[in-house]
C-alpha cells in the first residue's frame, strides 16, 4: 500500500517560531502537495511540487514555504507561525498521469499559541 | 471549478444500501467526478471517480446521470468503518488541486 507519513500528529508551537512539517512518501510519486483543512471551509492547497526542486503555489501560499529536495520528502515551513496559522495540515502525493488521484497522510494538528 | 451540493449530513442503518447524492450542474464535459471520504482523525481517501458511464470498484459505486449533472455514490452494505465525511469533487483533466467542499457527513447506526 501507499503510505504517506506525516512526522507528528501533534504540534504546539509558540508566535513567531519558525516551524518545519515533514512528509514522506513510498511509493515514488512525483507529485506532492500540501493543505490546510479548517472548519467549514474545506481543505485548501498551500503549496505543490512536481518534482525534485519544483514547487507551485496554491491558493493560500502566503506566510509558508515548501522545500522538496529529494523525491520523496516534501517540506512544510511556516516562516514565523501566527496564531491564525492553527490548523490540520495534510500532505499527499500522487503520480503525474493521476494527480486527482492522490493518497493523503494522516495529518499534523497544528497549534500556534 | 464546478460548484457541488451535497447534503450536510446522512445516516444509515449497518448492512443497509447508501445512496450519497451530489449535484454538480456547472460541470464542463472534460471534469471527471471523483470522490473522496475522509474517516474520524485521518487524512482523505480516494473511494472513486468516474467520467460518464458508471463505474465499480471493491469500495463503491458510481451511478453518473446522463446529463452530467449529478452523481450518487453507492455503498452497497454500510458497515460501521464506513461513516466518514463524503466528498463528490469534479476536477479538471490535468488539474494539480482537489478543491473539498464540506461534504457529507455519513453516520452508520448499529
Known amino acids: 500500500d501507499v503510505k504517506v507519513t506525516q512526522s507528528s500528529r501533534y504540534l504546539v508551537k509558540r508566535t513567531g517560531e519558525k516551524v518545519f512539517l515533514e512528509c514522506v512518501q513510498d511509493m515514488d510519486h512525483e507529485n506532492m502537495f500540501w493543505y490546510r483543512q479548517d472548519p467549514g471551509l474545506g481543505l485548501r492547497l498551500i503549496y505543490f511540487?512536481?518534482?525534485?526542486?519544483?514547487?507551485e503555489k496554491g491558493d493560500i501560499p502566503e506566510g509558508y514555504s515548501v522545500s522538496r529536495e529529494k523525491k520523496e520528502r516534501f517540506s512544510l515551513i511556516l516562516e514565523s507561525a501566527s496564531t491564525n496559522q492553527t490548523s490540520m495540515y495534510l500532505c499527499?502525493?500522487?503520480?503525474?498521469?493521476?494527480?486527482?488521484?492522490?493518497?493523503f497522510g494522516q495529518g499534523t494538528r497544528l497549534t500556534v499559541v | 471549478d464546478a460548484k457541488t451540493t451535497q447534503p450536510n449530513s446522512m445516516e444509515s442503518n449497518e448492512e443497509e444500501p447508501v445512496h450519497l447524492p451530489c449535484n454538480h450542474s456547472?460541470?464542463?464535459?472534460?471534469?471527471?467526478i471523483h470522490w473522496y471520504r475522509q474517516l474520524p482523525s485521518q487524512g482523505p481517501e480516494y473511494v472513486i471517480h468516474?467520467?460518464?458511464s458508471n463505474v465499480n470498484n471493491r469500495m463503491a459505486s458510481l451511478a453518473i446521470a446522463e446529463d452530467r449533472k449529478s452523481s450518487t455514490l453507492i455503498l452497497h452494505r454500510a458497515t460501521l468503518r464506513d461513516a466518514a465525511v463524503y466528498y463528490c469533487?469534479?476536477?479538471?483533466?490535468?488539474?494539480?488541486?482537489?478543491?473539498f467542499g464540506t461534504g457529507t457527513r455519513l453516520t452508520v447506526i448499529p
Open positions: 511540487s512536481y518534482d525534485v526542486k519544483m514547487k
Open positions: 469533487i469534479p476536477s479538471q483533466t490535468g488539474a494539480n488541486n482537489l478543491f
Open positions: 456547472t460541470i464542463s464535459g472534460t471534469d471527471y
Open positions: 499527499a502525493s500522487s503520480l503525474p498521469q493521476q494527480a486527482l488521484k492522490a493518497f
Open positions: 468516474g467520467l460518464t
